[in-house]
């Protein structure tokens, strides 16, 4: 037989205290007011009891739910893990639960978020390609319900938290153009915008166009990269390929930097692990989805929709970039 679940009123009379106090030290609230002993017998009896708030009661009581949604496509990419612990810390530290949806094709979103929007979900954070290729015909979430974006630029609904793009770009350029470097390869695990963005401030400032490698697979992307015969050039990657380059590099004989440099594009810690160490444009990634957290915090708590928020990238500099002379 269940034993039956302690109340707040059980407490209150196994301890003697009111049951608004019993429910200000339970709950967090005007602990201030209530000396440190009558906080220390209530949370021990409530211990004693096997006392479980009830969440549902109180949230049916604050009109919500206390369940946010966070909306994924892969689960793979090395960087999601962090994106997911940081918002998992803020929305703790607001008595939020999260709810992970995996997204695999474009035929289960719609299925996936009314499902979701059926338990009365607070709120969404996305980072999800497949969302945004349904909701760029019709809207699957109610414009009234707040939506934040993570690690992907932001919608005219949707405000996001993400890395700049220029910053990322300008630190990319000035950093190699420090290094003496005068030619850019780009591979295709970097994405298009971020492409086209290095594309323009290049040629604005006199410099060549980035040579795109139409490749993720390590040996094509060496093969290209070696036929250049110029040693002054650098590859741009992601820090996953580039690890997979540099491994395969060292089985190949092919000597980074001396051949040519490799610059990544993450800022992961197993970088610091190859050889060379891989230097790399570092994005802040458990903030991200800490500062998409807090903008989703923000917009449920003041019911005001707000601005997306901007970080900023920097640069970890270790071992994979030769310096030249200027000349």
């Known amino acids: ?17 009111s049951t608004a106090t019993v429910s200000y030290v339970l709950s967090g609230k005007l602990l201030q ?23 549902l009661a109180r949230s049916l009581k604050a009109g919500q739910s206390g369940f946010v949604a966070v909306l994924l496509d892969k689960f793979d990419e090395s960087f999601v893990p962090e994106i997911i612990a940081g918002a998992e810390e803020v929305l703790n530290q607001n008595d939020y639960n999260m709810v992970l949806c995996h997204l695999n094709s474009l035929e289960e979103v719609q299925h996936k978020v009314n499902r979701l929007l059926s338990h009365s979900m607070d709120g969404f954070i996305i980072r999800s390609g497949l969302f945004d290729a349904i909701n760029q015909s019709h809207s699957i979430i109610p414009s009234t319900l707040p939506c934040v974006r993570v690690a992907r630029p932001p919608t005219a609904e949707h405000p996001a938290a993400l890395v700049s793009l220029e910053k990322i770009v300008k630190l990319t350029v000035e950093y190699l153009l420090a290094k003496g470097h005068h030619c850019l390869a780009i591979d295709d695990s970097i994405p298009k915008s971020r492409r086209d963005g290095l594309a323009n401030l290049l040629t604005s400032i006199g410099k060549p166009a980035p040579l795109l490698i139409s490749s993720q697979d390590p040996d094509e992307i060496l093969d290209a990269m070696t036929t250049l015969h110029n040693q002054a050039t650098v590859l741009l990657s992601n ?9 395969r590099a060292q089985e190949r004989k092919i000597k980074i930097p001396q051949q040519f440099s490799l610059l990544g594009n993450d800022g992961l810690d197993y970088g610091k692990y190859t050889t060379p160490a891989l230097t790399t444009i570092a994005q802040p990634r458990s903030e991200q989805g ?16 707000p601005k997306t928020k901007l970080l900023m990238p920097y640069l970890i500099e270790r071992k994979s970039v030769k310096k030249y002379s200027a000349k």
């Open 33 to 55: 007011r209530i000396n440190q002993q009558t906080q220390d017998i209530i949370r021990k009896k409530a211990e004693e009891l096997n006392y479980l708030p009830n969440f």
């Open 239 to 247: 820090d996953r390929s580039a690890v997979d380059i540099l491994l």
């Open 1 to 17: 037989m269940s034993q039956k679940r302690a109340t707040i009123k059980d407490i209150a009379e196994a301890t003697g205290f």
């Open 290 to 305: 800490a500062c998409a957290a807090q903008l989703l915090m923000q917009w449920i708590q003041t019911k005001k929709k």
